[in-house]
């Protein structure tokens, strides 16, 4: 068999629903789809245009950044240590009142793509204005990108009024409706800044399109004591009663749900986003992640918006998610490393309803891809490729990324005047290794 | 005048008390020491042998790793996901029986130094057996290190009892005693695995030596509960009641200090060393760091060893402990970005009585320095250099190092493929942010 790209790793990880890792495989691509994996006596008789030796890498599909705000790229670095409402009414709000704009989307989104494609997110979900603007900034990036149909009550640059976000909801809808690489999605801001009419409208356009609803949920406490004076009842129940919850609906933070909200998520079939940085630096709390997967609740991982993070870094972030969640939960067996790279790839799949294409290394699929370095003095020895692709790598040690099978990322990092060799430390480390 | 080394940096942040960030200053730097940090106007006539151009870079002292155990690094990826005492007695401890010796000592030391220095850690104090060898390992990875005379209620490779502990403690003391980048603490284990008998003991060593006590002390809540059963009083009273609390005194994690405890060691002018990923991934709890700050106790931060974080990351700590804290706070005020960078530096040097010499950029100190890019996209635009040191940066952009005036690391990453140039995502960063 000849094809275009093979991709020979030390190890695979292809987040198939078993969690398997796979030692010295092949990846075979051809016209941007994954063609095969097969193990290396399967592919003794194939030849390929480009032949990628990865001997030290794990291979996994490309992050699914499930929660940004790309264009807020912009506002990087305004306004540390302020409290929530200060920071907002200050720093956040005026400047983008200020610079709200179309070509302010496009630019900021294109320089968060930059950030992303680097970090080997191959797709995000983003939650922002002037969406087909963030829209082109992302793909310009080299990305694949779902964007939002924002729906906020307030009036804003791009809309007037609730009729106007409704309009500019079909516009961005009609304007992607064949798009490969772009998919939208209905964006109501959060439960306290959307009216009961406009989230009814807001259901009725993701029935309308086959939609999914990205939206913020039960991220501070102060919101769930609100919804109460206000509805008398939790985010979670009002969004059930209006007919929002299915499983198409992707429910972002949820920091405090109680008992209730995680069964009513589960039973409709939701998807939750965890970002758990944003979570903390705001000091919005720590979301039961745990309980809801064991609730059975589909988990994707997001980096918010660089405003509250301030970086987009879906490794650290998953990282970050695994460590925190064994604390949570009092419990180091919960949140487990095969677990939460799954949910930073095929669970933001699963979020997005894209995973008949994306999210996993299987024949068929886009030949969305990464190649994480597991063999310099930061990852070795390498006893559990899984675990110290999680702990131990780093966004500077994913060095190569393909997008539709085309390579758009490929680092490499020198380092000058260390005494030891690459191959020196190596050999010292795999010398112990071979002793335990 | 004339200087060997001359560093230009858009950024500087000394480290000094007011915690001052500069913009457009030149250090100066003579045999290893740093002898002047001037802005433009006063260094016209300064020529030097060698100069370093950093516009977009912001300089600061190395880090200070106050607390790691260096040769695990050989153990990293060990049993991740399991519970505490199974990790411990299938994987760690029978690892640790098998391969614990001088050679194994020194040799996970020089991978652990190999991984510190390229993250920019210039300084580690480390807590281990074998400490010469892992002294000799640490330095020949280009850094400065304090290493412990442990003392643990359990035979060892080391040392089969008391007596032998006791004696390895002065030896090793003996032979360190004249160097100039080796320093000893005395490092009993903790209250859980250290009698009444050898805590005494310990106490006189750090008293004979005038060194450092470097211990694990309330990690986590089971060691509260077996001491107030074993000793009828929590391990910090303990410390107290037997004289080891002194402002020479380091409380490593201290996860769990009642009030009590914490103003006992506001009351000794002890220091305390955060780990919180370690404290995060072994699900041992959350510090209460930011009342313990209030209470006017020095913070230094530390890694843990490789076997329970899996990075030897200090830059990516500091950033954890910043986010944590105000999580934990309930407070996004507390734990502010100029603090915790400094707790990172000058406040690990300060735990080691070091501050003479290390741990911020001032005249007359050792000139031990890191260079860190804040041009590429990952933290474009810079409108709060330390903030975005802290939160957007990362180890991969520590692109320099410098111990005692030497140039011991110097990184460069290329990206190919992408379509923009650096400086075309900084110019455009650049239009925007002089909009806001």
Chains 1, 2 share one sequence.
Not at 42 to 71: K, S, W
Not at 377 to 405: C, K, M, N
Request: aromatic share 6%.
């Amino acid at each position: 068999m000849h094809v275009q790209t093979m991709i020979r790793a030390g190890h695979v990880m292809p987040m198939t629903e078993d969690r398997a890792v796979l030692s010295n495989q092949a990846i075979l691509i051809n016209d941007g789809r994954i063609v095969a994996i097969l193990d290396p006596a399967q592919c003794a008789d194939v030849t390929a245009d480009v032949v990628y030796e990865l001997p030290d890498h794990i291979v996994l599909p490309g992050f699914v950044n499930a929660h940004t705000h790309a264009p807020m790229n912009l506002l990087r670095g305004l306004g540390a240590d302020l409290p929530l409402m200060q920071w907002l009414q200050t720093k956040i709000w005026p400047a983008e009142g200020k610079l709200m704009s179309p070509a302010f989307c496009h630019d900021g989104a294109l320089l968060a793509g930059e950030e992303m494609i680097n970090s080997g997110v191959t797709c995000a979900s983003d939650h922002y204005f002037f969406s087909a603007d963030v829209a082109r900034g992302l793909t310009e990036a080299g990305m694949k990108c779902s964007v939002s149909a924002i729906i906020i009550g307030f009036p804003s640059a791009m809309a007037a009024d609730d009729e106007a976000y409704i309009r500019c909801a079909h516009e961005l809808f009609e304007e992607f409706a064949d798009s490969r690489n772009v998919r939208v999605t209905v964006g109501p801001h959060a439960p306290y800044t959307v009216s009961d009419i406009m989230l009814t409208a807001a259901r009725d356009l993701s029935e309308k399109y086959g939609a999914r609803i990205h939206m913020h949920v039960d991220e501070t406490q102060t919101e769930i004591e609100d919804s109460l004076k206000q509805y008398g009842m939790r985010p979670v129940e009002r969004l059930h009663k209006l007919g929002l919850l299915n499983d198409r609906f992707i429910s972002v933070h949820t920091v405090h749900p109680d008992d209730k909200e995680i069964e009513l998520l589960a039973q409709a079939g939701a998807s939750i986003v965890h970002c758990p940085c944003s979570n903390l630096k705001l000091a919005s709390g720590f979301s039961p992640v745990s309980r809801m997967m064991q609730a059975g609740i589909n988990l994707a991982i997001g980096t918010d918006g660089v405003a509250s993070n301030d970086k987009l870094d879906m490794l650290g972030e998953t990282r970050l998610a695994a460590m925190l969640g064994k604390a949570v939960a009092n419990d180091t067996t919960v949140m487990k490393v095969a677990d939460l790279l799954y949910a930073a790839t095929m669970g933001g799949a699963k979020a997005l309803g894209w995973d008949d294409r994306i999210g996993s290394i299987e024949a068929g699929k886009d030949a969305d891809i990464i190649a994480v370095d597991l063999g310099a003095a930061d990852s070795i020895p390498v006893s559990d490729p899984a675990s110290q692709l999680l702990y131990s790598a780093g966004r500077e040690d994913i060095t190569h990324v393909w997008v539709d099978g085309q390579l758009v990322v490929k680092k490499q990092q020198s380092t000058e005047l260390r005494n030891l060799s690459r191959e020196k430390l190596q050999n010292l480390a795999k010398t112990w290794q071979n002793r335990i």
